[in-house]
């Protein structure tokens, strides 16, 4: 956000104040403080990124807001759609705006895809396959803690489905999930789960406990699309999808199509900032990231229900 043209860095705020100077210092931040509560109350300061623990999004969101501040928060911007129902009142009644931090839905390489596909280059959409992991096992990190919100559905589970929504442009309407549980941890550490589309259909697994890897794909009645690093896309080199009208089986016929070196968190805080300065929509509505968590919360339910549920 330093390096956006519309963003400006002035304060930082940590528990500890110096770890929170400490970070300040080296970051080239102007203010520090030592509580979240100290920055809200600081009249020169907009808006707030909260990047907390999942468990403390709501609530330290529903106070930003009461200070006045917009608030640009970290996916998932709750632990379930009620919670994060609460912020439509909020928001109605401080008029700030509150945007979940899906920056990938800001990438040249995502819009690309989406043009991509409206355009007809693969035909008809009808199904969409998505893979996100990485191994934690660290029982200390806030990702392993279910009181927190840990656990690779709220994590990264939640990327394939925003992305699956974004592209489809409708929302799934039912779901089916299947969990398995780290014994003594108490996280979800492998989840995969299939969203049924008006039109098609959404399948993922995502993982906390598997090597490394990543990759997204669309698959259409005349070809399919490819992203090769869909979520984590690099900052220091460009970026490409692989379009393939299927024509062979070893695709040879697929074509990469590279996008320049670019970040995509610049170019989120940079469109939030904008969108704030010039009163103008942002790029997630609040009410699409409650749609967000009420498939979460379905792919929940199926996964102890061992059944389809509707989304609600």
């Known amino acids: 956000m330093q390096r956006g043209q519309w963003s400006e860095v002035s304060a930082i705020a940590s528990r500890d104040l110096s770890r929170a100077q400490e970070v300040a210092k ?17 009249s020169q300061i907009e808006a707030i990124y909260n990047p907390l623990p999942n468990h403390l999004h709501v609530p330290w969101t529903i106070k930003a807001a009461e200070a006045r501040k917009h608030v640009l928060c970290e996916k998932p911007i709750a632990l379930n759609a009620i919670e994060a129902r609460s912020l439509l009142e909020v928001r109605d009644r401080t008029k700030v705006r509150i945007q979940e931090a899906f920056m990938v839905r800001t990438h040249p390489q995502w819009l690309a895809t989406r043009d991509l596909i409206r355009g007809d280059r693969i035909g008809q959409l009808k199904t969409i396959n998505g893979f996100f992991s990485y191994y934690n096992a660290d029982p200390g990190n806030i990702r392993n803690k279910p009181e927190m919100g840990g656990g690779a559905l709220f994590d990264i589970g939640c990327y394939p489905i925003t992305m ?47 090597a490394p890897y990543q990759r997204m794909t669309f698959f259409g009645t005349k070809g399919r699309i ?14 490409t999808i692989i379009v393939d009208d299927g024509s062979s089986l070893f695709g040879t016929s697929a074509e990469t199509i590279e996008f320049p070196v670019c970040d995509q968190y610049t170019i989120q805080g940079d469109l939030f900032s904008k969108a704030v300065l010039e009163n103008k929509e942002q790029g997630i509505p609040l009410e699409d990231s409650i749609n967000n968590m009420a498939v979460i919360d379905a792919v929940f339910r199926s996964a102890a229900t061992g059944q389809w549920e509707e989304i609600d």
């Open 164 to 210: 699956s929504r974004f592209i489809f442009g409708v929302e799934p309407t039912r779901v089916l999930g299947l969990i398995e549980r780290d014994k003594e941890l108490g996280i979800d550490q492998l989840t995969t789960a299939i969203l049924e589309f008006p039109s098609g259909q959404s399948t993922f697994t995502c993982s906390t406990q598997l």
């Open 26 to 42: 080296g970051l080239g931040v102007p203010k520090a403080y030592g509580s979240y509560a100290e920055l809200l109350a600081d």
């Open 226 to 239: 490819e992203l090769p690093i869909p979520f984590n896309a690099p900052n220091d080199r460009p970026t």
